[in-house]
Protein backbone atom coordinates (compact mmCIF):
# COMPACT_ATOMS: atom_id res chain seq x y z
CA UNK A 1 0.00 0.00 0.00
CA UNK A 2 1.58 3.50 -0.80
CA UNK A 3 0.36 6.42 1.56
CA UNK A 4 1.86 9.16 -0.61
CA UNK A 5 2.74 10.20 -3.80
CA UNK A 6 6.13 9.80 -5.55
CA UNK A 7 6.42 13.79 -5.31
CA UNK A 8 5.20 13.76 -1.40
CA UNK A 9 8.32 11.23 -0.97
CA UNK A 10 10.80 14.02 -1.89
CA UNK A 11 9.29 16.86 0.69
CA UNK A 12 10.53 17.16 4.08
CA UNK A 13 8.48 17.94 6.90
CA UNK A 14 8.37 21.65 6.95
CA UNK A 15 11.75 22.36 9.14
CA UNK A 16 10.10 24.66 11.42
CA UNK A 17 7.11 21.93 12.59
CA UNK A 18 10.27 19.92 13.05
CA UNK A 19 11.82 22.18 15.00
CA UNK A 20 8.84 23.03 16.80
CA UNK A 21 8.62 19.43 18.00
CA UNK A 22 12.36 19.09 19.03
CA UNK A 23 11.16 22.18 21.41
CA UNK A 24 8.69 21.16 22.64
CA UNK A 25 10.37 17.75 23.79
CA UNK A 26 13.34 19.94 25.74
CA UNK A 27 10.40 22.03 27.12
CA UNK A 28 8.93 19.12 28.43
CA UNK A 29 12.27 17.74 30.05
CA UNK A 30 12.48 21.03 31.80
CA UNK A 31 14.49 23.10 30.00
CA UNK A 32 13.91 26.65 29.30
CA UNK A 33 14.31 26.92 25.41
CA UNK A 34 13.93 30.71 24.03
CA UNK A 35 13.54 30.21 20.76
CA UNK A 36 15.37 32.69 17.92
CA UNK A 37 13.99 30.06 15.22
CA UNK A 38 11.00 31.29 13.55
CA UNK A 39 10.32 34.75 12.34
CA UNK A 40 6.83 35.36 13.78
CA UNK A 41 6.32 39.00 15.86
CA UNK A 42 5.69 39.11 19.35
CA UNK A 43 3.97 42.15 18.80
CA UNK A 44 0.14 42.30 19.47
CA UNK A 45 -1.65 43.25 16.00
CA UNK A 46 -2.84 47.07 16.81
CA UNK A 47 -5.79 47.87 18.26
CA UNK A 48 -7.53 49.76 15.88
CA UNK A 49 -7.15 46.78 13.35
CA UNK A 50 -8.64 44.30 15.68
CA UNK A 51 -11.24 46.36 16.37
CA UNK A 52 -12.33 46.66 12.78
CA UNK A 53 -12.19 42.91 12.50
CA UNK A 54 -14.83 42.67 15.49
CA UNK A 55 -17.10 45.05 14.29
CA UNK A 56 -17.32 43.82 10.53
CA UNK A 57 -17.49 39.85 11.85
CA UNK A 58 -20.99 41.37 13.53
CA UNK A 59 -22.26 41.77 10.36
CA UNK A 60 -24.25 38.93 8.57
CA UNK A 61 -23.15 39.45 4.76
CA UNK A 62 -19.83 39.24 6.01
CA UNK A 63 -19.72 35.68 7.33
CA UNK A 64 -20.58 34.11 3.87
CA UNK A 65 -18.55 32.62 1.22
CA UNK A 66 -16.29 35.70 0.58
CA UNK A 67 -15.83 36.63 -3.23
CA UNK A 68 -12.66 34.62 -5.04
CA UNK A 69 -10.60 37.42 -6.21
CA UNK A 70 -10.26 39.47 -2.98
CA UNK A 71 -13.36 41.73 -2.08
CA UNK A 72 -13.17 45.07 -3.70
CA UNK A 73 -12.54 47.58 -1.07
CA UNK A 74 -9.24 45.08 -0.05
CA UNK A 75 -7.89 45.35 -3.56
CA UNK A 76 -8.43 48.69 -3.79
CA UNK A 77 -6.79 49.50 -0.65
CA UNK A 78 -3.73 47.57 -2.01
CA UNK A 79 -4.03 49.71 -4.76
CA UNK A 80 -3.92 52.55 -3.20
CA UNK A 81 -0.58 51.39 -1.03
CA UNK A 82 1.25 50.86 -3.94
CA UNK A 83 0.44 54.55 -5.12
CA UNK A 84 1.33 56.01 -1.64
CA UNK A 85 4.50 54.23 -1.28
CA UNK A 86 6.05 53.61 -4.41
CA UNK A 87 3.83 56.04 -6.70
CA UNK A 88 2.42 52.83 -8.89
CA UNK A 89 -0.46 52.57 -10.51
CA UNK A 90 -2.81 49.30 -10.08
CA UNK A 91 -6.13 48.56 -11.40
CA UNK A 92 -7.90 46.54 -8.72
CA UNK A 93 -9.64 44.89 -10.84
CA UNK A 94 -6.71 42.91 -12.98
CA UNK A 95 -3.69 43.46 -11.22
CA UNK A 96 -4.17 43.07 -7.48
CA UNK A 97 -5.09 39.70 -6.18
CA UNK A 98 -5.62 39.06 -2.83
CA UNK A 99 -4.27 35.88 -0.67
CA UNK A 100 -4.48 33.58 1.97
CA UNK A 101 -1.39 34.88 3.36
CA UNK A 102 1.40 35.26 0.62
CA UNK A 103 2.84 31.62 1.38
CA UNK A 104 -0.30 30.24 0.16
CA UNK A 105 -0.10 32.36 -2.96
CA UNK A 106 3.68 31.88 -3.98
CA UNK A 107 3.13 27.84 -3.70
CA UNK A 108 -0.05 28.12 -5.48
CA UNK A 109 1.90 30.38 -8.32
CA UNK A 110 4.14 27.80 -8.88
CA UNK A 111 1.54 25.13 -10.40
CA UNK A 112 -0.53 27.95 -12.10
CA UNK A 113 2.91 29.06 -13.77
CA UNK A 114 5.39 25.73 -14.62
CA UNK A 115 4.66 22.30 -16.12
CA UNK A 116 6.08 18.81 -15.16
CA UNK A 117 9.92 19.07 -16.10
CA UNK A 118 10.44 23.03 -16.29
CA UNK A 119 12.77 24.78 -13.61
CA UNK A 120 12.06 27.73 -11.13
CA UNK A 121 15.00 30.13 -10.21
CA UNK A 122 15.45 30.61 -6.34
CA UNK A 123 17.76 32.43 -4.74
CA UNK A 124 20.54 30.19 -2.47
CA UNK A 125 20.01 30.53 0.39
CA UNK A 126 15.93 31.08 0.60
CA UNK A 127 12.61 30.71 2.15
CA UNK A 128 11.48 27.29 2.23
CA UNK A 129 8.36 27.07 0.40
CA UNK A 130 10.35 28.07 -2.96
CA UNK A 131 11.70 25.46 -3.57
CA UNK A 132 8.92 22.84 -2.34
CA UNK A 133 6.70 24.18 -4.55
CA UNK A 134 8.72 23.80 -7.98
CA UNK A 135 8.97 20.11 -6.58
CA UNK A 136 5.17 19.49 -6.07
CA UNK A 137 4.61 21.19 -9.03
CA UNK A 138 6.44 18.57 -10.78
CA UNK A 139 9.21 20.84 -11.79
CA UNK A 140 12.54 21.34 -10.93
CA UNK A 141 14.14 24.23 -8.98
CA UNK A 142 18.22 25.74 -9.83
CA UNK A 143 19.23 27.64 -6.89
CA UNK A 144 21.20 30.86 -7.38
CA UNK A 145 24.14 30.91 -4.92
CA UNK A 146 23.72 34.01 -2.92
CA UNK A 147 27.31 35.39 -1.30
CA UNK A 148 28.23 37.78 1.04
CA UNK A 149 30.61 39.64 -1.36
CA UNK A 150 27.91 40.32 -3.55
CA UNK A 151 25.50 41.53 -1.35
CA UNK A 152 23.37 38.53 -0.75
CA UNK A 153 21.95 39.50 -4.82
CA UNK A 154 22.37 36.39 -7.00
CA UNK A 155 24.50 37.07 -10.56
CA UNK A 156 22.00 35.61 -13.67
CA UNK A 157 24.95 35.63 -15.48
CA UNK A 158 26.02 32.22 -13.49
CA UNK A 159 22.90 30.84 -14.89
CA UNK A 160 23.71 27.83 -17.35
CA UNK A 161 22.12 28.04 -20.71
CA UNK A 162 20.40 24.75 -20.33
CA UNK A 163 18.91 25.78 -17.17
CA UNK A 164 17.82 29.02 -18.71
CA UNK A 165 16.02 27.16 -21.50
CA UNK A 166 13.52 25.54 -19.03
CA UNK A 167 13.87 28.20 -16.43
CA UNK A 168 9.53 29.66 -16.62
CA UNK A 169 9.75 31.11 -12.89
CA UNK A 170 12.05 32.74 -10.72
CA UNK A 171 11.68 34.07 -7.14
CA UNK A 172 13.47 37.02 -5.46
CA UNK A 173 12.78 38.23 -2.18
CA UNK A 174 14.20 41.38 -0.37
CA UNK A 175 14.21 42.19 1.87
CA UNK A 176 15.58 39.47 2.19
CA UNK A 177 14.85 35.97 4.10
CA UNK A 178 17.12 34.63 5.55
CA UNK A 179 20.06 37.30 4.62
CA UNK A 180 18.26 40.35 5.93
CA UNK A 181 20.12 41.90 2.43
CA UNK A 182 18.04 44.46 0.43
CA UNK A 183 17.99 45.25 -2.98
CA UNK A 184 18.28 48.97 -5.11
CA UNK A 185 16.37 50.14 -8.12
CA UNK A 186 19.22 48.97 -10.59
CA UNK A 187 19.24 45.70 -9.13
CA UNK A 188 15.43 44.98 -10.14
CA UNK A 189 15.72 46.94 -13.29
CA UNK A 190 18.40 44.53 -14.45
CA UNK A 191 16.37 41.68 -13.11
CA UNK A 192 13.26 42.55 -15.02
CA UNK A 193 15.64 43.15 -18.10
CA UNK A 194 16.98 39.55 -17.71
CA UNK A 195 13.63 38.34 -17.43
CA UNK A 196 12.25 39.86 -20.34
CA UNK A 197 15.60 38.40 -22.38
CA UNK A 198 15.11 35.11 -21.24
CA UNK A 199 11.42 34.84 -20.72
CA UNK A 200 10.96 33.95 -17.77
CA UNK A 201 8.21 35.16 -14.97
CA UNK A 202 9.96 36.75 -11.98
CA UNK A 203 8.07 36.55 -8.22
CA UNK A 204 8.95 39.02 -5.99
CA UNK A 205 8.54 38.46 -2.54
CA UNK A 206 8.35 41.53 -0.72
CA UNK A 207 7.00 40.19 2.79
CA UNK A 208 9.66 42.40 4.57
CA UNK A 209 8.97 45.49 2.35
CA UNK A 210 8.03 47.66 5.60
CA UNK A 211 10.26 46.69 7.98
CA UNK A 212 12.82 48.85 7.89
CA UNK A 213 15.59 51.36 9.61
CA UNK A 214 16.67 54.46 9.87
CA UNK A 215 14.88 55.84 6.98
CA UNK A 216 15.81 53.00 4.69
CA UNK A 217 12.63 52.08 2.57
CA UNK A 218 12.92 49.25 0.85
CA UNK A 219 11.84 49.89 -3.41
CA UNK A 220 9.40 47.67 -4.95
CA UNK A 221 10.00 45.40 -8.33
CA UNK A 222 7.20 47.11 -9.87
CA UNK A 223 9.24 50.32 -9.81
CA UNK A 224 11.35 49.09 -12.50
CA UNK A 225 10.77 49.91 -16.33
CA UNK A 226 8.45 47.24 -17.75
CA UNK A 227 8.19 45.47 -15.00
CA UNK A 228 4.51 44.49 -14.91
CA UNK A 229 5.45 42.57 -18.53
CA UNK A 230 7.52 40.06 -16.42
CA UNK A 231 6.88 40.78 -12.49
CA UNK A 232 4.38 40.32 -9.93
CA UNK A 233 5.38 41.45 -6.47
CA UNK A 234 3.76 39.34 -3.43
CA UNK A 235 3.04 41.10 -0.21
CA UNK A 236 2.02 40.38 3.40
CA UNK A 237 0.19 41.45 6.30
CA UNK A 238 1.88 39.35 8.54
CA UNK A 239 5.22 41.08 9.11
CA UNK A 240 4.28 44.63 8.70
CA UNK A 241 0.81 44.72 11.20
CA UNK A 242 1.80 41.54 13.30
CA UNK A 243 -1.18 39.58 11.58
CA UNK A 244 0.70 35.99 11.04
CA UNK A 245 -2.08 33.98 12.29
CA UNK A 246 -4.38 36.13 10.31
CA UNK A 247 -3.55 34.82 7.18
CA UNK A 248 -3.55 37.70 4.76
CA UNK A 249 -1.73 39.13 1.93
CA UNK A 250 -1.63 40.09 -1.68
CA UNK A 251 -0.14 39.51 -5.24
CA UNK A 252 0.24 42.94 -7.55
CA UNK A 253 1.44 43.03 -10.88
CA UNK A 254 1.50 41.49 -14.75
CA UNK A 255 -2.37 40.86 -15.00
CA UNK A 256 -2.20 37.54 -17.29
CA UNK A 257 0.01 35.90 -14.44
CA UNK A 258 -2.50 36.98 -11.64
CA UNK A 259 -4.86 35.78 -13.51
CA UNK A 260 -3.37 32.19 -14.11
CA UNK A 261 -3.15 32.51 -10.25
CA UNK A 262 -7.16 33.51 -9.46
CA UNK A 263 -8.33 30.72 -11.90
CA UNK A 264 -5.77 28.10 -9.95
CA UNK A 265 -7.48 29.82 -6.38
CA UNK A 266 -10.97 29.86 -7.31
CA UNK A 267 -10.26 26.04 -8.42
CA UNK A 268 -8.97 24.85 -4.38
CA UNK A 269 -10.19 27.65 -2.21
CA UNK A 270 -12.58 29.94 -1.28
CA UNK A 271 -10.58 33.08 -0.29
CA UNK A 272 -10.13 35.12 2.79
CA UNK A 273 -12.96 35.99 5.56
CA UNK A 274 -14.34 38.75 4.87
CA UNK A 275 -13.98 41.14 7.85
CA UNK A 276 -10.37 40.22 7.71
CA UNK A 277 -10.43 41.65 4.20
CA UNK A 278 -11.97 44.85 5.90
CA UNK A 279 -9.37 44.70 8.60
CA UNK A 280 -6.66 44.79 6.23
CA UNK A 281 -7.56 47.09 3.69
CA UNK A 282 -8.45 49.65 7.35
CA UNK A 283 -4.29 48.38 8.38
CA UNK A 284 -3.02 49.58 4.95
CA UNK A 285 -5.25 52.64 4.55
CA UNK A 286 -4.98 54.04 8.47
CA UNK A 287 -2.71 55.79 10.70
CA UNK A 288 0.91 54.13 9.90
CA UNK A 289 2.30 54.85 12.97
CA UNK A 290 2.37 51.56 14.22
CA UNK A 291 4.61 49.89 11.63
CA UNK A 292 7.55 52.60 12.86
CA UNK A 293 6.77 51.62 16.78
CA UNK A 294 7.55 48.32 15.63
CA UNK A 295 10.33 49.01 13.48
CA UNK A 296 11.63 50.88 16.68
CA UNK A 297 11.67 48.08 18.84
CA UNK A 298 13.00 45.48 16.37
CA UNK A 299 15.66 48.00 15.66
CA UNK A 300 16.62 48.48 19.58
CA UNK A 301 16.81 44.23 19.74
CA UNK A 302 18.86 43.99 17.30
CA UNK A 303 21.59 46.57 18.35
CA UNK A 304 21.96 44.41 21.42
CA UNK A 305 21.89 40.99 19.87
CA UNK A 306 23.97 42.40 17.80
CA UNK A 307 26.82 43.44 20.47
CA UNK A 308 26.50 40.58 22.23
CA UNK A 309 27.60 38.50 19.60
CA UNK A 310 30.54 40.64 18.90
CA UNK A 311 31.47 39.70 22.49
CA UNK A 312 31.61 36.00 21.62
CA UNK A 313 33.79 36.96 18.90
CA UNK A 314 30.95 36.72 15.55
CA UNK A 315 30.87 40.15 13.27
CA UNK A 316 27.56 41.24 11.64
CA UNK A 317 26.67 44.62 9.91
CA UNK A 318 23.51 45.92 11.29
CA UNK A 319 20.66 45.48 8.55
CA UNK A 320 18.93 47.73 6.81
CA UNK A 321 15.65 45.65 7.08
CA UNK A 322 13.77 42.48 8.15
CA UNK A 323 13.60 41.28 11.44
CA UNK A 324 16.84 38.62 11.27
CA UNK A 325 20.10 38.61 12.00
CA UNK A 326 22.26 36.56 9.46
CA UNK A 327 25.77 35.75 11.25
CA UNK A 328 28.79 33.54 10.16
CA UNK A 329 29.10 30.74 12.19
CA UNK A 330 32.31 30.45 14.29
CA UNK A 331 36.04 28.88 12.43
CA UNK A 332 35.65 24.78 13.04
CA UNK A 333 31.69 24.59 13.28
CA UNK A 334 28.98 24.24 10.61
CA UNK A 335 25.73 25.58 10.80
CA UNK A 336 24.19 22.84 12.11
CA UNK A 337 27.05 22.07 14.63
CA UNK A 338 26.99 25.69 15.51
CA UNK A 339 22.83 25.58 15.92
CA UNK A 340 23.67 22.52 17.89
CA UNK A 341 25.74 24.26 20.61
CA UNK A 342 24.18 27.38 20.98
CA UNK A 343 20.77 25.27 22.13
CA UNK A 344 22.69 22.76 24.23
CA UNK A 345 24.75 25.56 25.86
CA UNK A 346 22.44 28.29 25.91
CA UNK A 347 18.96 26.75 25.68
CA UNK A 348 18.39 28.96 22.19
CA UNK A 349 17.24 27.79 19.21
CA UNK A 350 18.47 29.81 16.39
CA UNK A 351 18.37 28.20 12.64
CA UNK A 352 20.91 27.01 11.14
CA UNK A 353 21.85 28.69 7.53
CA UNK A 354 21.95 25.18 5.69
CA UNK A 355 18.35 24.76 6.30
CA UNK A 356 17.84 27.66 3.56
CA UNK A 357 19.79 25.98 1.36
CA UNK A 358 23.66 25.00 0.27
CA UNK A 359 24.92 28.83 0.10
CA UNK A 360 23.33 29.03 3.87
CA UNK A 361 26.15 26.38 5.23
CA UNK A 362 28.84 28.76 7.30
CA UNK A 363 25.56 30.73 8.54
CA UNK A 364 22.90 31.02 11.16
CA UNK A 365 19.89 32.78 11.32
CA UNK A 366 18.83 34.47 14.72
CA UNK A 367 14.88 36.22 14.72
CA UNK A 368 14.27 39.36 16.87
CA UNK A 369 10.22 38.05 17.68
CA UNK A 370 10.87 37.41 20.89
CA UNK A 371 9.63 39.78 23.54
CA UNK A 372 12.34 42.09 25.13
CA UNK A 373 12.43 40.00 28.37
CA UNK A 374 13.38 36.98 26.63
CA UNK A 375 15.63 38.16 24.13
CA UNK A 376 17.69 39.92 26.84
CA UNK A 377 17.93 36.55 28.53
CA UNK A 378 18.76 34.89 25.37
CA UNK A 379 21.44 37.42 24.85
CA UNK A 380 22.93 37.12 28.60
CA UNK A 381 23.11 33.51 28.23
CA UNK A 382 25.20 34.29 24.97
CA UNK A 383 27.66 36.18 26.27
CA UNK A 384 28.03 33.93 29.63
CA UNK A 385 27.19 30.50 28.05
CA UNK A 386 28.52 29.99 24.48
CA UNK A 387 31.97 29.20 24.32
CA UNK A 388 33.49 28.78 20.96
C1 LIG B 1 6.93 35.20 6.65
C2 LIG B 1 7.26 35.11 5.21
C3 LIG B 1 6.25 34.86 4.27
C4 LIG B 1 4.88 34.41 4.66
O1 LIG B 1 4.01 35.37 4.90
P1 LIG B 1 2.47 35.04 5.07
O2 LIG B 1 1.83 36.18 4.37
O3 LIG B 1 2.22 35.01 6.54
O4 LIG B 1 2.15 33.73 4.43
C5 LIG B 1 6.58 34.89 2.93
N1 LIG B 1 7.85 35.10 2.54
C6 LIG B 1 8.83 35.29 3.40
C7 LIG B 1 10.21 35.50 2.91
C8 LIG B 1 8.57 35.29 4.77
O5 LIG B 1 9.58 35.45 5.64
Known amino acids: MRYQSVRMDQIPPYMFAELGKKKAAMIKSGIDVIDLGIGDPDLPTPAHIVDKLVEEARKPENLRYPQFSGHPVFRKAVAEFYKREYGIELDPETEVLALIGSKEGLSH ?57 KARLMFLNYPGNPTAAVADGPFFQNAVDFAKRKGIIIAHDSAYNKVAFSGYKPPSILEARGAKDVAVEFGSLSKTYCMTGWRIGYVVGNRDVIKALAVFKSNTDTGVFTPIQLAGAHALLSDQTCVDTHNDIYFARMKGMIEALQEIGIEVERPKASFFIWAPVPAGYSSSGFAEAVLEQAGVIVTPGSAFGPSGEGYFRISLSVPNARLDEAIGRIKRKIKI
Open 109 to 165: LVPAMIDPGEIVLVPDPCYPPYRMAAVLAGGMYHDMPMVKENGFLPDFEEIPENVLE
